[in-house]
């Protein structure tokens, strides 16, 4: 089953290659993540579509057709650069990084914390949280920890 850090390579890769849209699998936590890059503005658009093409018309999930869903993410790029520079998984599955409250805050200071380097201005980090999938600054205005799944720059 794809994970976070797939999605991460992904989109990795999608940069570096300069695509202009990528086709991910179509899950619940691709599709949080993505919707957290595409209000951070990293990229341009998150659609659905099967394995060929994004949808032009609405076409619902069913047992029938779920293995061919994909997301397709619509690439940002700034002058022919792209805006995501790099974004790497931090949660591994040999390693959970999990962090409270107080350790989030150290993170979004810029200092270290759990053996994770602190942001730089103008990166984020992505949670899992009670609250569902956030941005590290929307985390610690609702107070709440989490699972870090990754970073962007």
Excluded at 5 to 20: I, S, W
Excluded at 106 to 125: D, H, T, V
Aim: proline share 5%; hydrophobic share 40%.
């Amino acid at each position: 089953m794809p994970r976070h850090y797939d999605l991460c390579a992904r989109v990795q890769n999608g940069f570096r290659a300069r695509l202009r849209r990528i086709a991910v699998p179509d899950t619940k936590m691709n599709h949080a993540i993505a919707n957290v890059l595409y209000k951070e503005g990293f990229i341009a658009g998150v659609s659905r579509g099967d394995h060929v093409q994004p949808d032009t018309n609405y076409v619902p999930t069913t047992p029938d057709n779920i293995a061919t869903r994909r997301l397709w993410l619509e690439l940002k790029y700034n002058n022919d650069e792209p805006v995501l520079k790099k974004m790497s998984a931090v949660s591994k599955p040999s390693k959970k990084i999990v962090m409270k409250v107080e350790e989030l805050q150290n993170l979004a200071a810029g200092n270290r914390s759990q053996f994770i380097k602190g942001l730089q201005p103008g990166e984020i980090a992505i949670l899992t949280t009670n609250y569902g999938v956030l941005e590290l600054r929307e985390a610690l205005e609702k107070g709440a920890g989490g699972e870090v799944l990754c970073r962007a720059i």
